[in-house]
T-cell receptor, first 111, second 116 residues
Framework: SQQGEEDPQALSIQEGENATMNCSYKTSINNLQWYRQNSGRGLVHLILIRSNEREKHSGRLRVTLDTSKKSSSLLITASRAADTASYFC???????????FGQGTRLTINP | GAVVSQHPSWVICKSGTSVKIECRSL??????MFWYRQFPKQSLMLMATSNEGSKATYEQGVEKDKFLINHASLTLSTLTVTSAHPEDSSFYIC????????????FGPGTRLTVT
């Protein structure tokens, strides 16, 4: 079964606002990754945060990781219409060379 | 670098036939390739992990005789859906990990399979 749970399942905001998505997982991880997927397309890797890191930035993206709570958040600041997509977290589980994906958040940015 | 391609990008086949999907790492050698399936508006589900030159490891619930995986070289893995049925219609995505690298996976663009 999938390990990651994301909330919200869907998020609709106005352009320029910030979007926050959350991801929770169940077991120990090596790292956690966030991906974006436009409708009907492949995955785009956004950012990777290692288990010993607490926060990471990349452009308008900010990711936090709390291993004590087994949770992560992705913040997209100053959203744009082009940010409309589905966002998935994926955990790289310790002892298993595979990624387990969360259920995803469908983000819609309204112009 | 780290580009992964898939072919075909979409395919329509008749029920009962078999279809092969290729996954290639174009500019790096991949020790491991992964195959995922994604139904509409759902997340990616790992089907199997394949290492070059050895048998694939299938996830629980995935029929290995139906989804044949071959990883014959460090740059190519194939997924064959045998005796396809309409319920096999899905988006199939592969990914690859670098030789001697970390666990980062590079994803292909996906293949849309429609079984009529």
């Amino acid at each position: 079964s999938q390990q990651g749970e994301e909330d919200p399942q869907a998020l609709s905001i106005q352009e320029g606002e910030n979007a926050t998505m959350n991801c929770s997982y169940k077991t120990s991880i090596n790292n956690l990754q966030w991906y974006r997927q436009n409708s009907g397309r492949g995955l785009v890797h956004l950012i990777l945060i290692r288990s010993n890191e607490r926060e990471k930035h990349s452009g308008r993206l900010r990711v936090t990781l709390d291993t004590s709570k087994k949770s992560s958040s992705l913040l997209i600041t100053a959203s744009r219409a082009a940010d409309t997509a589905s966002y998935f977290c994926a955990t790289d589980i310790q002892g298993a060379q595979k990624l387990v994906f969360g259920q995803g958040t469908r983000l819609t940015i309204n112009p | 670098g780290a580009v992964v391609s898939q072919h075909p990008s979409w395919v329509i086949c008749k029920s009962g036939t078999s279809v092969k999907i290729e996954c290639r790492s174009l500019d790096f050698q991949a020790t491991t390739m992964f195959w995922y399936r994604q139904f509409p508006k759902q997340s990616l589900m790992l089907m199997a992990t394949s290492n070059e030159g050895s048998k694939a490891t299938y996830e629980q619930g995935v029929e290995k005789d139906k989804f044949l995986i071959n990883h014959a070289s460090l740059t190519l893995s194939t997924l064959t859906v045998t005796s396809a049925h309409p319920e096999d219609s899905s988006f199939y995505i592969c990914s690859a990990s670098r030789l001697a690298g970390g666990y980062e996976q590079y994803f292909g663009p996906g293949t849309r399979l429609t079984v009529t």
